[in-house]
């Protein structure tokens, strides 16, 4: 196991992945709960997260704007203080403010969403990537679990303010890490861009399948957790559910090992 663990960028891919899962998680698995709990009607909030995802994928460019200039350090730093509002927002009254909310909300993953995949091809070796997106999927796991129990006290509690701190101290660690590994990525070129997207759109490929299928694990992904709230209709034992899914999610993930893709010569 210690070659996933030799390179120092691997080490703080693994603790990025960890904190930014611990800060995510409140809008990620609770926010749509919240928002319902604290009396935003369905429609409304069914409304609000299509058209982010519509934004999100409109000004998904800035990513690349902004870190070929700045590094992607600096997309992440940007991307998580707007998520941070974003948690001011769902504890503070999001239905106020429905425009800033949707602002907010909407660019982090255009900003920070590419980080990913930017920083694993630039530092994971072929033969590492099957066990180190294990890792780092256990890493995820590990910082959703704990964090499930810390928002859950928060919310019980009612002490929004320290939970909030958390949150921020999360993303701000996150960030730190990541400037770990920061780097500029290269521009790519507006005419591999076209060729990439037609290639992607009219081609007959898988391309169309992948992408659909990614946007109904998100929809998925966001809206199950308000099912499972719809049907229990209680705040702790919605978390308890949540909790131990997590955890039954790292059991599984530590048993099941991809093999590593052979070494090219």
Not at 140 to 169: H, K, M, P
Not at 233 to 260: E, H, Y
Request: proline share 3%; charged share 15%.
């Amino acid at each position: 196991m210690k070659e996933y663990f030799y390179k120092t960028q691997y080490k703080w891919l693994y603790l990025t992945k960890f904190f930014f899962a611990f800060g995510n998680s409140f809008i990620d698995i609770f926010g749509v709960v919240l928002l319902y709990k604290n009396g935003m009607p369905l429609y409304l909030i069914l409304l609000l997260y299509g058209l982010r995802f519509g934004i999100m994928g409109l000004c998904s460019p800035l990513f690349l704007k902004i870190a070929s200039k700045h590094g992607i350090a600096s997309c992440a730093g940007l991307a998580n203080l707007l998520r941070i509002a974003g948690v001011y927002l769902i504890q503070n009254g999001a239905q106020e403010n429905l425009f800033l909310f949707l602002i907010v909300m909407s660019l982090p993953g255009a900003l920070s969403n590419p980080i990913e995949d930017a920083v694993s091809s630039q530092y994971v070796e072929t033969q590492h990537r099957g066990r180190y997106n294990s890792m780092r999927n256990i890493a995820r796991i590990c910082g959703q679990a704990l964090a499930s129990v810390v928002v859950a006290w928060g919310i019980v509690s009612e002490n929004n303010t320290l939970l909030l701190l958390f949150i921020a101290i999360a993303f701000l660690l996150d960030y730190l890490c990541t400037a770990m590994v920061d780097y500029k990525p290269q521009v790519m070129d507006s005419k591999v861009f076209k060729e990439t997207i037609n290639h992607i759109f009219k081609s007959e490929n898988h391309y169309q399948t992948i992408y659909a299928l990614r946007t109904s694990h998100i929809i998925e992904r966001l809206f199950l957790p308000l099912y499972v709230y719809l049907v229990l209709q209680d705040f702790v034992a919605f978390t308890l559910v949540i909790t131990v899914s997590l955890f039954i999610q790292i059991v599984t993930v530590t048993f099941i090992r991809k093999n590593d893709r052979p070494k090219y010569k």
